[in-house]
């Protein structure tokens, strides 16, 4: 999982930093539909989660604009966002239908597109809630997999809920840390 921004970091931004309580539980939390109203908390919450991955400064600040949600988005993808009592976001999290180009193995396929979380809350289930959410959403759509392109620091965490990765056909163009989970019951020697 990634590590935890540091208590300076946070301090950088007051909005995050009151709303990053370690002790924070998934009982403490609810999910919803994101809301227009969501998305500038969303976008803060989204650049100081990418301000935890291991990159270089440059990269994170070139790629941020690809990570942030737009009003757009709203129409395009299921976004879903996970906040306190007090209507503070802690997570969010965007599902979307595959391409026909990447579909799975021909089935129905949904596309988690991303899941950021607040660096203090990282551990706390925060996570997991949308996760799970995510995955009864697809199943809802009629997806049968889920596919997800993790960052390296995020293997772990799908793992441990049940995600397999993907082979890499081509190193050239397809990204390495590409996992699925199966969402309908099929005959396990089939993958």
Known sequence: MMKPASHAALANDPALAGRTDPVMTRDSITLRDARSSDLHSANKLIAAAIDT??????????SLPLYRYHQDDLR??????AD???????????LEQAY???RFDGLQTSVLHGIYVAPN???SGVGSGLLEKI????????????LVKAR???ISFFCERGFRQLSTRDSSRDY???????????DPDRF
């Open 53 to 62: 991955w291991q990159l270089a400064n440059r990269v994170k600040r070139i």
């Open 76 to 81: 395009d993808m299921q976004l879903v966002v």
């Open 84 to 94: 306190s009592d007090d209507d503070e976001i802690l997570g969010i999290a965007a």
């Open 100 to 102: 026909a180009s990447d």
């Open 121 to 123: 809350l990282h551990r």
């Open 135 to 146: 995955e009864n959403m697809a199943r809802s759509n009629g997806s049968e997999v889920l």
């Open 152 to 154: 390296p620091e995020a």
């Open 176 to 186: 390495p840390y590409r996992f699925y989970k199966i969402l309908a019951d099929f």
